[in-house]
């Protein structure tokens, strides 16, 4: 009896040495790795006594598990590796939580990671291959920020309350996000800088701008600007909030391609309830579509003087009209240049002064090109001066006194 006892126990131990982790072999896949990790496998546990200097450095490919929650930083510095939050929390006061360091094939999942003072999930330039799945991100700088890497997923993540970003792209190409929610967020919800052929479905921005101090922010719940070939597919943006946002020009948009962003597509997307200071001047839009020129070339050039404020053509594009502050003499506020399509210069025409100011703010022609509109500070803010094309003249017709020592900032004229 004794001696079968202890050919059981033999035969047990036996049986938990084997089922005990293995060394992942070379050149094993990522997916075979996640098998593994189903199969409640892991190579190494990582407590909090195996951080060196509060650093946890995995050179080695393999699964790796948390058995505790971690303050400190887990650095990926090899291929084939998976981490497993196992449903623990990573907080790091002084830095990332975790860092892919350029590499490729890693898998990060299940857990949180949270008062990061820089990044929850840093995944630096040379990554490849990198996935994120079940992650939540609390009170970090930016949640999940990705640099100059490729083939970047990201399934069903959180990211809560970044004081600056929930999910940052630079440079990054072949994203995809899906099923992810970033909520108040500070400035954007999702930002894509320079990135291209990416793709975010079902993602959602919402608070976003909550908690904002800056007065001169502009608050976005998707982003992307410089980029080309991303699209945002069956995305909410609700709520975006520019509450504080007092500064002069900002913008609050759902949903906003910006810079040089080309090719890119907003497909069954909802944009809701953008909310901005009612005295300040943040401008609110559910898409916004705004293009940047970086290869304009200087074809002529002319000289309103001190300062030009504004700028209107002609309804026939011969004319092209300034308003804006002039040296004296003459102090012409408001300048006409005539436009030669062909030689592509402009020649001073005629001026006017507006009288009693000090300069105009807006400029508008007339629909038949016979009249100009100009709005300015000091005595009759808003005035009209008839165009006499063969003269070379500006009249003033007419003048309005708003009252109140107001500026007039825009005019335009009624369609008839």
């Known amino acids: 009896m004794k001696k079968t006892a202890l050919s059981l126990l033999f035969l047990l131990c036996f049986t938990v040495q084997q089922t ?32 060196t200097a509060w650093v946890y450095t995995i050179s080695t490919s393999g699964v790796y598990c948390l058995a505790e929650n971690i303050t400190g930083k887990i650095i990926i510095d090899t291929d084939n590796v998976v981490l497993d939050l196992n449903g623990k929390t990573m907080t790091n006061a002084s830095g990332n939580c975790v860092e892919v360091n350029g590499r490729s094939r890693v898998l990060i ?52 309350a970044s004081s600056s970003v929930g ?39 919402l608070n976003t701008g909550q908690g904002l101090t800056d007065l001169t922010a502009n608050i976005y719940g998707f982003l992307s600007a410089d980029g080309s070939s991303n699209i945002f597919s069956e995305c909410v943006a609700q709520n975006t ?24 597509e907003i497909s069954k997307c909802t944009s809701s309830i953008i909310e901005t200071d009612a005295s300040g001047f943040a401008i609110p839009y559910g898409i916004l579509l705004q293009y940047s020129f970086d290869l304009l070339e200087t074809v002529t050039g002319g000289n309103q003087g001190v300062e030009c404020q504004e700028v209107s053509w002609s309804p026939d594009g011969a ?94 004229w009624s369609p008839d």
Request: net charge negative; charged share 15%.
């Open 20 to 51: 005990q982790a293995r060394a992942v072999l070379s050149g094993e896949s990522l997916w075979s790795m996640q098998r593994l990790v189903t199969q409640a496998s892991c190579d190494i546990t990582i407590r909090q006594i195996d951080l």
């Open 109 to 160: 999942k299940n857990g949180s990671v949270i008062a990061a003072l820089n990044n929850g999930v840093s995944v630096l330039a040379g990554s490849d291959k990198v996935r994120l799945k079940n992650v939540t991100s609390y009170d970090c700088s930016t949640g999940i920020d990705v640099d100059s890497s490729t083939n970047i997923y990201i399934h069903a993540c959180e990211l809560i």
């Open 167 to 205: 999910i940052a792209f630079t440079s990054v190409s072949r994203a995809q996000v899906s099923d992810t929610i970033a909520s108040d967020s500070e400035l954007t919800g999702f930002l894509l800088d320079s990135s291209s052929k990416s793709f975010f479905t079902n993602c959602h921005a």
């Open 241 to 264: 909030l520019a509450l504080t946002v007092t500064g002069l020009p900002n913008v609050a948009a759902g949903f906003a391609f910006t810079g040089t962003e080309s090719d890119s």
């Open 319 to 412: 004319y092209l009209a300034t308003g804006g502050a002039s040296a004296a003499p003459p102090n012409d506020h408001i300048q006409v240049f005539s436009f030669d399509r062909g030689t592509g210069t402009l020649t001073t025409f005629t001026g006017a002064t507006q009288g009693g100011g000090t300069g105009v703010f807006s400029v508008s022609w007339s629909p038949d090109g016979a009249y100009l509109a100009i709005g300015g500070d000091g005595g009759d803010e808003i005035q009209i001066f008839s165009f006499d094309r063969g003269t070379g003249t500006l009249t003033k017709t007419e003048g309005v006194n708003q009252g109140g020592g107001s500026l007039a900032f825009s005019v335009s």
